[in-house]
T-cell receptor, first 111, second 112 residues
């Protein structure tokens, strides 16, 4: 049973607009959340993270929001650029050794 | 700086053949090492992790095994590949848990 879910397999956004990628989790013991970006035939690269004691973390065009009561995580990209087109994975940490990943959302930013 | 190397990039193997994928990390010592698999249309599934030489934890029962013969070397193996072993295999390392993992470039395995 998946503990981290990304229910939207794909998302298409116009360049300059906001991209919102969503992630839901079931385990209330998760204490740290990350977003990774993945291009085809490459390994995922770390994008942004958030601790469970916070509800927002911002880094340039990327902002991650955490709603613990809803067990929901989202990544906002503003403004979206064509180079942002990739698969985005959310991940949640159960303990030092284990991260659980969602199934990914493929973002397509149209010029 | 730390780097992670994973090879080969692509591999086509017949059913029943053995498998050996290697991952090495440079620029750090005593890293936590991980093997993940991404099957078609699915997320990243943790297969094995290791917190030290000779220490292997398996997350899912399967046809694969892992070994850590040296501090910065992690090997994924199989004695006899199955069609269901096809997928994209990723090695990763972590030293500081708050930064998650650093992934290798992956190996695309196709079992025919």
């Amino acid at each position: 049973d998946q503990q981290v879910k990304q229910n939207s397999p794909s998302l298409s956004v116009q360049e300059g607009r906001i991209s919102i990628l969503n992630c839901d989790y079931t385990n209330s013991m998760f204490d740290y959340f990350l977003w990774y970006k993945k291009y085809p035939a490459e390994g995922p690269t770390f994008l942004i993270s958030i601790s469970s004691i916070k509800d927002k973390n911002e880094d340039g065009r990327f902002t991650v929001f955490l709603n613990k009561s809803a067990k929901h995580l989202s990544l906002h990209i503003v403004p979206s650029q064509p180079g942002d087109s990739a698969v985005y994975f959310c991940a949640a940490r159960e303990n030092f050794n284990k991260f659980y990943f969602g199934s990914g959302t493929k973002l397509n930013v149209k010029p | 700086s730390q780097t992670i190397h994973q090879w080969p990039a692509t591999l086509v193997q017949p059913v029943g053949s053995p498998l050996s994928l290697e991952c090495t990390v440079e620029g750090t010592s005593n890293p936590n090492l991980y093997w993940y698999r991404q099957a078609a249309g699915r997320g990243l599934q943790l297969l094995f992790y290791s917190v030290g030489i000779g220490q292997i934890s398996s997350e899912v029962p399967q046809n694969l095994s892992a070994s850590r013969p040296q501090d910065r070397q992690f090997i994924l193996s199989s004695k006899k590949l199955l069609l269901s072993d096809s997928g994209f295999y990723l090695c990763a390392w972590s030293a500081a848990p708050n930064y998650g993992y650093t992934f290798g470039s992956g190996t695309r395995l196709t079992v025919v």
